[in-house]
């Protein structure tokens, strides 16, 4: 049977496929639509086995939050090159799965890519995206933050993303935008020194007490300077102990109370293609 422009054209709309990959599937399926999404869908798992073996370190990774800025998500979707990184359409898709993420607050991963994105998993979505754009995508990652107020800051070039909660309700924009920013800058390990995890702490006191017998220090003194060490660590390393980039005379627990009285950063998540 004779292939209309219409028929490509609504293939195409469905799959995000080229005209002429739409019109090779439909003639091979005897102008049946659904078997021609088929086709398609089973070139995109074809080509993924294939490229399963090469890395795909680009992409890009995106971040937002609800109208009511009570919940955030962030997703990472990765490619094998910049080009495609950059691909209007490769953006899209990254951005649908994230608004997707983000409207059904999925609990982790593996939920999201169960999750239907125009009538197909997302898993199925982004493998068939590997048959239109012919590299491996791969999403990486998926994290989510709820609070009374929640912040998203994506770094120019989608490389690097941040979500960070809030323990009060509309917190000042600038403020919010600051300490987001202030997170993908100085990627602390976690919000506070109580949030750090214990096998972090311990190697810190590890290294704090190697150094300093290193340095011929007794052995009496070395939990004592191990101690004072880890102190430091939690000042650089974790968000609120930080130094307030924009004012380091501040850290981030004294600008966020001076901001509001009370208000502390409540989580953060970050994401960076480039570490």
Same mark, same amino acid.
């Given at each position: 049977?004779?292939?209309?422009?219409?028929?490509?054209?609504?293939?195409?709309?469905?799959?995000?496929?080229?005209?002429?990959?739409?019109?090779?599937?439909?003639?091979?399926?005897?102008?049946?639509?659904?078997?021609?999404?088929?086709?398609?869908?089973?070139?995109?798992?074809?080509?993924?086995?294939?490229?399963?073996?090469?890395?795909?370190?680009?992409?890009?990774?995106?971040?937002?939050?609800?109208?009511?800025?009570?919940?955030?998500?962030?997703?990472?979707?990765?490619?094998?090159?910049?080009?495609?990184?950059?691909?209007?359409?490769?953006?899209?898709?990254?951005?649908?799965?994230?608004?997707?993420?983000?409207?059904?607050?999925?609990?982790?991963?593996?939920?999201?890519?169960?999750?239907? !994105? &125009?009538?197909?998993?997302?898993?199925?979505?982004?493998? @068939? =995206?590997?048959? $239109?754009?012919?590299? #491996? *995508?791969?999403?990486?990652?998926?994290?989510?933050?709820?609070?009374?107020?929640?912040?998203?800051?994506?770094?120019?070039?989608?490389?690097?993303?941040?979500?960070?909660?809030?323990?009060?309700?509309?917190?000042?924009?600038?403020?919010?935008?600051?300490?987001?920013?202030?997170?993908?800058?100085?990627?602390?390990?976690?919000?506070?020194?109580?949030?750090?995890?214990?096998?972090?702490?311990?190697?810190?006191?590890?290294?704090?007490?190697?150094?300093?017998?290193?340095?011929?220090?007794?052995?009496?003194?070395?939990?004592?300077?191990?101690?004072?060490? !880890? &102190?430091?660590?939690?000042?650089?390393?974790?968000?609120? @102990? =930080?130094?307030? $980039?924009?004012?380091? #005379? *501040?850290?981030?627990?004294?600008?966020?109370?001076?901001?509001?009285?009370?208000?502390?950063?409540?989580?953060?998540?970050?994401?960076?293609?480039?570490?």
């Amino acid at each position: 049977m004779a292939i209309t422009a219409a028929d490509v054209s609504k293939l195409r709309k469905t799959t995000g496929a080229g005209m002429m990959d739409c019109k090779k599937a439909l003639t091979e399926a005897e102008g049946d639509f659904e078997k021609a999404v088929e086709i398609i869908r089973k070139k995109g798992q074809a080509i993924a086995s294939k490229r399963a073996d090469r890395e795909a370190s680009e992409g890009v990774v995106l971040a937002k939050v609800t109208a009511d800025r009570k919940r955030g998500a962030l997703i990472v979707l990765n490619c094998e090159t910049d080009f495609v990184a950059k691909n209007e359409g490769f953006v899209a898709l990254a951005d649908s799965i994230l608004d997707l993420a983000l409207e059904q607050s999925p609990a982790d991963l593996e939920a999201l890519k169960a999750l239907e !994105l &125009n009538g197909t998993a997302v898993g199925d979505v982004v493998v @068939e =995206q590997i048959g $239109v754009i012919g590299e #491996k *995508l791969d999403l990486a990652a998926y994290e989510k933050v709820e609070a009374e107020t929640v912040v998203a800051y994506i770094h120019p070039g989608n490389k690097l993303a941040t979500l960070v909660g809030f323990n009060q309700a509309d917190v000042e924009e600038q403020v919010a935008r600051d300490v987001a920013m202030q997170a993908a800058a100085m990627s602390p390990v976690s919000v506070n020194r109580d949030c750090v995890p214990q096998e972090v702490i311990d190697k810190e006191l590890e290294i704090g007490r190697d150094m300093a017998r290193n340095e011929g220090k007794p052995e009496a003194m070395l939990d004592k300077i191990a101690q004072g060490r !880890l &102190n430091k660590f939690f000042k650089e390393s974790t968000l609120m @102990e =930080q130094a307030f $980039v924009k004012d380091n #005379k *501040l850290t981030i627990k004294q600008y966020l109370d001076g901001a509001s009285k009370g208000l502390v950063a409540s989580d953060f998540k970050r994401y960076s293609l480039n570490n």
